[in-house]
């Protein structure tokens, strides 16, 4: 080990296609007081991609010259004297398979990151990250798999920066636990087979097509009626099971709305005996997201939602709970890096903030649950030019003002399919019930069920039991709760779609049965 026991750490660059993300890595890591660390430039290659630059000043268009993107070229550093390392970071993709010490590398779809990027994008493909270390005999050892998210695959700019960028977030994990399983002598990783990589030179015919169409998707994305969010809900069938919504025969009903807003994340509370529907209301005049609530009557009538909280950034998933006597609220105020906790001074429609759990962190559908004499916390962070779809955290306090703390391994998980909350936790004789969105085809378009296997302050870990999906012409599924009430279990939903798209008649299939599917009819 290099200056006492700090590991040397040699990072590879390329010096004519130097990135922002890899920049950003460079920052890290060389702040750090665990490593030491030296830049060595790799010999000049041609360009991985022709007419990449061509294509991101394209949609730089839409973007904004002022936008910070991980795939901005940038200036790179100058080589630092070199020295033996104990691990090589691997930032160009392209290291011969036999080096002089274990590398740490990252690639996208089994390609080098641009490359299996910009596959990824252009050819509609779910990106997945790997993060291995490949030892001087080319044997490799798997670090993790990452499936992560992209919001806008209609821009090639942002959908790549937003996978380089967790890229760079999960080589900077993945060095972090190299240097812990070394400070324990363990083992770094798994062996693993390695894989023969797709062929580069398909990227490059997909790369040349992708300009001309892409202006023509653009156009054709603008002129068609986009497709919304809407509220559905029902009475469950007490013949049912309450966890297997695919086998309930009964029709949901619609939410109406007036065309110039639409509804979102439901929620739904017992109370008194009186129902109450809880949701995101996002009028498309301002822009920004309020919560407002209707009550479900006996006879099942259903008002006009009202606004009951509105602040200066955008409000959604209003997670409302019972505590000790008490109401309490979550909502959504990632617009503001922060998650707090409201209470309700006369519920359902007067409101205080009591508290805030979490500061300066941008943290999606933040969703509690009490457990084991402790409270636990599950959320999608945004990370630097990353999505906030893909990386779950998890928090634990002693008790639901705080101290809130991460568990000890953050992220918790990396999978665009499962990571993010769908809704509020459920507990079963079977175990503790997790909601969670599969944005893997875009985001919410189906939601699964998994049962939580291990919580507590050193790890987490869960299996998913179902997937539940739409036929189309609908288009996601996303949130999914639940309450029992005097009249039965209501349950409620949100899905994503066009107005015209809703139909008395319409199935709502939720578990690619057709069979047994579900049924939905306006209000």
């Given at each position: 080990?290099?200056?006492?026991?700090?590991?040397?750490?040699?990072?590879?660059?390329?010096?004519?296609?130097?990135?922002?993300?890899?920049?950003?890595?460079?920052?890290?890591?060389?702040?750090?007081p665990d490593v030491v660390a030296t830049i060595v430039a790799?010999?000049?290659?041609?360009?991985?991609?022709?007419?990449?630059?061509?294509?991101?000043?394209?949609?730089?268009?839409?973007?904004?010259?002022?936008?910070?993107?991980?795939?901005?070229?940038?200036?790179?550093?100058?080589?630092?004297?070199?020295?033996?390392?104990?691990?090589?970071?691997?930032?160009?993709?392209?290291?011969?398979?036999?080096?002089?010490?274990?590398?740490?590398?990252?690639?996208?779809?089994?390609?080098?990151?641009?490359?299996?990027?910009?596959?990824?994008?252009?050819?509609?493909?779910?990106?997945?990250?790997?993060?291995?270390?490949?030892?001087?005999?080319?044997?490799?050892?798997?670090?993790?798999?990452?499936?992560v998210g992209v919001e806008d695959r209609h821009n090639t700019l942002l959908a790549v920066s937003q996978i380089l960028g967790r890229l760079a977030h999960g080589v900077l994990v993945a060095l972090?636990?190299?240097?812990?399983?070394?400070?324990?002598?363990?083992?770094?990783?798994?062996?693993?087979?390695?894989?023969?990589?797709?062929?580069g030179a398909a990227s490059l015919?997909?790369?040349?097509?992708?300009?001309?169409?892409?202006?023509?998707?653009?156009?054709?994305?603008?002129?068609?009626?986009?497709?919304?969010?809407?509220?559905?809900?029902?009475r469950r069938d007490p013949a049912t099971a309450p966890l297997a919504p695919e086998t309930d025969p009964t029709p949901f009903r619609l939410l109406p709305d007036d065309g110039r807003r639409f509804y979102a994340d439901p929620f739904v509370v017992s109370e008194a005996g009186r129902t109450w529907l809880f949701v995101e209301e996002f009028p498309y005049?301002?822009?920004?997201?309020?919560?407002?609530?209707?009550?479900?009557?006996?006879?099942?009538?259903?008002?006009?939602?009202?606004?009951?909280?509105?602040?200066?950034?955008?409000?959604?998933?209003?997670?409302?709970?019972?505590?000790?006597?008490?109401?309490?609220?979550?909502?959504?105020?990632?617009?503001?890096?922060?998650?707090?906790?409201?209470?309700?001074?006369?519920?359902?429609?007067?409101?205080?903030?009591?508290?805030?759990?979490?500061?300066?962190?941008?943290?999606?559908?933040?969703?509690?649950?009490?457990?084991?004499?402790?409270?636990?916390?599950?959320?999608?962070?945004?990370?630097?030019?990353?999505?906030?779809?893909?990386a779950l955290d998890v928090w634990q306090a002693p008790s639901l003002a705080g101290p809130w703390t991460p568990i000890a391994r953050s992220p918790a998980k990396v999978d665009v399919a499962s990571a993010r909350p769908a809704g509020a936790m459920i507990e079963t004789a079977a175990g503790l019930m997790r909601p969670v969105q599969d944005s893997s085809r875009g985001y919410g378009c189906g939601l699964a069920l998994a049962r939580v296997d291990r919580l507590d302050e050193t790890g987490f870990a869960e299996t998913i039991l179902q997937r539940f999906v739409t036929p189309p012409p609908l288009h996601g599924l996303h949130t999914w709760n639940r309450a029992a009430t005097p009249n039965g279990l209501v349950e409620v939903m949100d899905i994503f779609a066009r107005a015209r798209d809703f139909g008395a008649s319409r199935r709502l299939d939720l578990g690619g049965r057709p069979s047994t599917g579900v049924g939905f009819s306006k209000t």
């Open positions: 080990m290099a200056n006492g026991n700090k590991p040397h750490l040699e990072i590879v660059i390329d010096r004519s296609e130097f990135f922002r993300w890899q920049q950003h890595v460079i920052e890290v890591v060389t702040a750090s790799a010999p000049e290659a041609p360009p991985t991609l022709p007419g990449l630059d061509l294509l991101f000043a394209f949609e730089r268009v839409f973007v904004g010259a002022d936008r910070d993107t991980a795939v901005d070229r940038v200036a790179p550093p100058e080589s630092t004297a070199a020295a033996t390392p104990d691990l090589i970071l691997d930032l160009t993709g392209r290291l011969p398979p036999q080096t002089r010490a274990p590398v740490l590398r990252a690639t996208c779809l089994g390609l080098p990151p641009l490359v299996g990027a910009i596959v990824a994008v252009l050819d509609d493909r779910s990106p997945t990250l790997e993060f291995e270390r490949v030892e001087p005999s080319g044997e490799v050892r798997h670090a993790t798999c990452w499936r972090d636990e190299h240097v812990r399983d070394a400070e324990r002598g363990g083992d770094p990783g798994v062996r693993a087979e390695r894989r023969a990589a797709p062929n015919r997909l790369l040349t097509r992708a300009v001309a169409s892409r202006v023509l998707r653009r156009l054709e994305r603008r002129l068609r009626e986009p497709p919304d969010w809407r509220v559905i809900w029902r005049a301002t822009g920004r997201g309020v919560l407002s609530l209707a009550e479900i009557a006996p006879d099942e009538a259903i008002g006009t939602p009202r606004p009951f909280l509105e602040q200066g950034c955008h409000l959604s998933y209003p997670q409302i709970f019972a505590e000790a006597g008490t109401f309490w609220m979550i909502p959504e105020t990632s617009g503001r890096r922060t998650v707090e906790l409201w209470r309700a001074v006369a519920f359902p429609d007067r409101w205080e903030r009591h508290a805030v759990l979490l500061e300066d962190v941008d943290v999606g559908d933040a969703t509690v649950v009490r457990r084991d004499g402790r409270w636990w916390m599950f959320g999608c962070r945004r990370e630097r030019w990353c999505s906030s779809w893909d």
